[in-house]
């Protein structure tokens, strides 16, 4: 239960304030603009200041490398002359974007930074795809309200226009991966 002066966050929002009152169910936060906001406490969460966890864009590209290059080397992709994986078809790299799998501890982000780091790591990995010539790419982004998965569609068509490459893009495999948790990416 929170406390008259914690600082909490807002689940599916980037809103942080300091709780004012409170009782079993409802708090009410004052945010950053000194305006008083209502939530049901199960939509609100300690919030960490990111201050220590600060990092730069080097070692942030660092680390999203690091954890592809994991998730290759833990043998759910092989890069060699050829691209395979083992878990689906040949020719296609797979990438787990649930942000559990990109960080150790994310519970000093919020959800905008969560997403940010999400896309960020998205980007990447496509970039590398093109790169390594693959035919295929699968994001796994999860089912939830589909913010990310959204995310990753704009993100395709803009890239479609920008690099003049033939990307096609849709639900993956309901065999392999269920129903809408994640997104094939076919490039040409």
Do not use: P, W
Not at 8 to 28: A, E, F, P
């Amino acid at each position: 239960m929170f406390r008259v002066g914690d600082k909490v966050s807002v689940l599916d929002d980037t809103i942080v304030g300091t709780i004012i009152r409170t009782n079993v169910r409802k708090s009410v936060i004052e945010d950053a603009d000194g305006f008083e906001r209502i939530y049901v406490n199960s939509n609100l969460v300690a919030y960490k200041e990111s201050v220590d966890y600060k990092l730069t864009d080097e070692q942030v590209e660092k680390q999203i490398l690091s954890k592809i290059n994991a998730s290759i080397s833990k043998g759910k992709v092989t890069l060699s002359s050829k691209v395979t994986q083992t878990n689906y078809n040949q020719d296609t790299l797979e990438l787990d974007l649930h942000i559990e799998e990109l960080v150790d501890d994310h519970s000093y982000m919020n959800n905008f930074d969560i997403l940010q780091r999400q896309m960020q790591t998205c980007r990447m990995f496509i970039e590398k795809a093109i790169r390594l010539n693959a035919k295929k790419a699968v994001l796994i982004h999860g089912k939830g309200e589909g913010v990310l998965r959204n995310e990753i569609h704009t993100y395709l068509e803009r890239l479609e226009n920008t690099k003049h490459i033939k990307i096609e893009y849709f639900e993956a495999s309901y065999a392999v991966y269920g129903a809408g948790g994640a997104t094939e990416v076919r490039l040409s």
